[in-house]
C-alpha cells in the first residue's frame, strides 16, 4: 500500500516538473518572438544613410527625399577641391542606420576663394606687402632686377597681375627693383697725375672726387696727386667717391 502511494506521487511530480519546463519553454519562446518583432518593427522605420558628399545640393536633396531623409545645411565654407554648391561632408555618416524622416547635417561649399588683385606697380616693397595682408594675400616668391626706371626696392611687376581681376590663389609673387645697374672700376693709379685731369676722368667714370688735401712739397709742381684712396687696383662701384692729396 505504502509503495503504491510513492509510485503515485512520484508519477505526480514528474508530471508537473515536465509541465512547468514546457511552460518555460513557451514563455521563453514567446519572449523571443516578442523581441524579434520589436527589432524588425525598429528596422521597418530606419533607413541606410546614402552618400551625398561630392553632390550638387538639388541633387543631394532629391536623394535624400528618395531615401525618407531631410537634408539641413548646417554651414557653407570655401574649399579648392568641392566646386561651389556641392556637398563637402555630412553627419550621419554614409551606409550608417537613420529613422524615417531623420535629418543629414551638411556642409556645403563656396568653391575657391577668389581675391581682388591690388595693383602693386611702382609700390616699394614694404607698402606691398602691407597691401596683401590686407587682401588677405601673402607674398610668396621675390625675384630682383636692375632696371633704371624704378627706384631700388621698387615693384617693376607681380603675378598675378591686376588685369586678372580675382586670384584662385592667395600667394602673389613679386619682381622688384634693385635700381639701375652700376658699372664697376679697377682704381688706377693717380700718383704723379695732375689734379684737375684726374678730376674730369673721375666725373666721366661715374666716380666722384671725395676729400681733397694738400701741402707743400718742394720741386713737385702745384696739383701733382700725392696719394689717393682708395689704392690702385681696389674694385670700386659707380658712384664711389676718391680722396685725393696734392702738392700746392
Known amino acids: 500500500m ?30 523571443l ?12 522605420n530606419e533607413v541606410i544613410v546614402p552618400n551625398l558628399v561630392g553632390r550638387e545640393i538639388s541633387e543631394g536633396g532629391s536623394i535624400a527625399t528618395a531615401y525618407s531623409l531631410r537634408l539641413k545645411i548646417d554651414a557653407h565654407r ?24 531623420g535629418t543629414v547635417h551638411i556642409i556645403l561649399s563656396l568653391g575657391t576663394k577668389r581675391i581682388a588683385v591690388p595693383n602693386l606697380e611702382d609700390e616699394s616693397l614694404r607698402a606691398g606687402q602691407i597691401l596683401l595682408v590686407k587682401r588677405g594675400m601673402t607674398l610668396g616668391l621675390t625675384s ?14 607681380q603675378d598675378p597681375s591686376p588685369d586678372s581681376e580675382f586670384a584662385l590663389s592667395p600667394q602673389m609673387n613679386l619682381l622688384v627693383s634693385t635700381g639701375r645697374h652700376r658699372r664697376e672700376y679697377l682704381m688706377p693709379d693717380l700718383s704723379g697725375e695732375s689734379v684737375d685731369g684726374v678730376s674730369k ?26 696719394k689717393f684712396f682708395p689704392l690702385a687696383g681696389t674694385k670700386l662701384v659707380e658712384g664711389s667717391s676718391v680722396d685725393i692729396e696734392i702738392a700746392r
Not at 80 to 98: A, E, G, V
Request: glycine share 6%.
Open 78 to 101: 570655401y574649399d579648392s577641391f568641392t566646386p561651389k554648391n556641392r556637398i563637402i561632408s555630412q553627419f550621419p555618416s554614409p551606409d550608417s542606420r537613420l529613422k524615417n524622416d
Open 144 to 157: 630682383n632686377i636692375s632696371f633704371s626706371e624704378f627706384e631700388k626696392d621698387r615693384i617693376v611687376d
Open 201 to 226: 676722368q673721375l666725373a666721366d667714370l661715374g666716380l666722384k672726387l671725395g676729400t681733397l688735401n694738400s701741402q707743400p712739397v718742394p720741386g713737385v709742381s702745384k696739383g701733382t696727386i700725392l
Open 2 to 31: 505504502t509503495r503504491m502511494f510513492f509510485h503515485v506521487m512520484q508519477e505526480k511530480l514528474l508530471r508537473w516538473v515536465r509541465n512547468l519546463f514546457l511552460a518555460g519553454m513557451l514563455l521563453m519562446a514567446g519572449f
Open 33 to 44: 518572438s516578442c523581441l524579434t518583432a520589436m527589432r524588425y518593427a525598429i528596422r521597418g
